[in-house]
């Protein structure tokens, strides 16, 4: 019986799997900390009905009704106005960066118009780059105008007819999810690839024995980490070409911006890619390890980027943390370019940014190489 079952010899296979799993602590980390993330972002960080939504203020004349009217979509939990008292110009490029998801206009004759009977025009923008995000927002909007001039007209003899109000969904105006989902899906597929792809690579010489080849030659960490990511590069063209392309013919997204300016933020996204590649692979000895680091980075920053939940859904601390992915800045950048038109000066900031990731990842990683070397 013992020939084809034994608890012994199960018993030592049993102690030396536990016994190398336990030297793998990276593997092991990982199958204790990804469950664990994911448990925290979905619980804590995801929010499909975001809340708190910052708006912008037109309004010439704040008269009794147009405060009403202004306190009752704070009451509703989805307007916060972080310029109350914005022009018509400052309220716009406030929309354009993305620093505002409305733009509230209101007429200088708006109280008048109540006093007298009639029915007040009211403006709100939207941005609709993300559909889903000015939804919540832009439903109540009717019921809410209604009950704050009740109120706030009471008794009066001039009973107000209400309030026209005029929504206009800026950059995407029939609401069209693919507009928002499919440029975000460029800077998705390039996290993908090419930090996997580049963090395999140098891995793969370290499993093959050819690293000692590759050290023994004349070159310097630099130019060794450049002649690791440049070939990359090329392939990252060839993802951002094919992805452009069906884009425009697949799904008929609007194209308003500069593709020199898409090209240049592609550009600096992708090397801020593979130098992050480059330094898991300085950190893993094997290829499997290299994979699993490379999907540890992937899910927080699929998850905080604001590719799949609304960013401004998040509460404040997991937006912060979103802010340390280069994805988050990415499709800030994408969007703006594609859907808005924007020029150098609104998506300066997420070029900055990405600019700040590829200088730090740079020395960082060639830091930790020349340490390897050691």
Do not use: C
Not at 124 to 150: H, Q
Request: aromatic content about 8%; proline content about 6%; cysteine-free.
């Amino acid at each position: 019986m013992s020939r084809f079952f034994s608890f012994l010899r199960l018993r030592a296979l049993l102690t030396k799997e536990t016994i190398q799993m336990r030297r793998d602590r990276l593997t092991f980390g990982m199958m204790l900390g990804i469950p664990l993330l994911q448990l925290v972002l979905f619980g804590y960080a995801i929010n499909t009905d975001p809340k708190e939504l910052p708006a912008a203020l037109v309004a010439p004349t704040q008269d009794r009704f147009t405060r009403a009217m202004v306190s009752a979509l704070e009451l509703t939990g989805y307007y916060r106005f972080v310029a109350p008292n914005a022009t018509a110009g400052e309220a716009e490029a406030m929309i354009e960066r993305g620093d505002v998801a409305f733009v509230v206009t209101v007429p200088s004759d708006f109280g008048r118009r109540i006093e007298r009977g009639e029915a007040a025009p009211m403006l709100i923008e939207a941005d609709a780059t993300d559909p889903s995000v000015a939804s919540g927002a832009i439903s109540t909007l009717s019921t809410v105008a209604a009950e704050a001039l009740e109120r706030e007209a009471g008794s009066s003899p001039a009973a107000p007819h209400g309030v026209a109000i005029t929504v206009h969904k800026r950059f995407n105006p029939e609401g069209v999810t693919q507009y928002n989902i499919v440029p975000a899906l460029l800077g998705v597929i390039l996290q993908l690839t090419m930090v996997m792809m580049t963090a395999m690579a140098l891995t793969r010489e370290t499993e093959r024995g050819t690293m000692e080849n590759l050290l023994s030659m004349p070159a310097t960490p630099l130019e060794i980490m450049l002649g690791k990511i440049v070939p990359y590069l090329a392939v990252g063209a060839v993802q951002v070409t094919v992805v452009l392309i069906a884009a425009r013919l697949l799904f008929a997204i609007p194209f308003v911006g500069s593709l020199p300016l898409i090209l240049a933020g592609v550009f600096v996204f992708v090397l801020a890619l593979v130098i992050l590649g480059y330094l898991i692979s300085t950190v893993a000895r094997t290829q499997m390890q290299a994979m699993q680091l490379t999907f540890f980075f992937f899910l927080p920053s699929l998850l905080l980027s604001g590719f799949m939940f609304p960013y401004r859904g998040m509460p404040a601390w997991a937006q912060v943390l979103g802010e340390v992915f280069p994805l988050t800045h990415f499709l800030r950048l994408i969007r703006s370019v594609m859907l808005k038109g924007a020029d150098v000066a609104i998506v300066a900031g997420p070029f900055i940014s990405l600019g700040i990731f590829v200088l730090a990842l740079t020395a960082v990683t060639l830091l930790r190489f020349r340490r390897t070397l050691d």
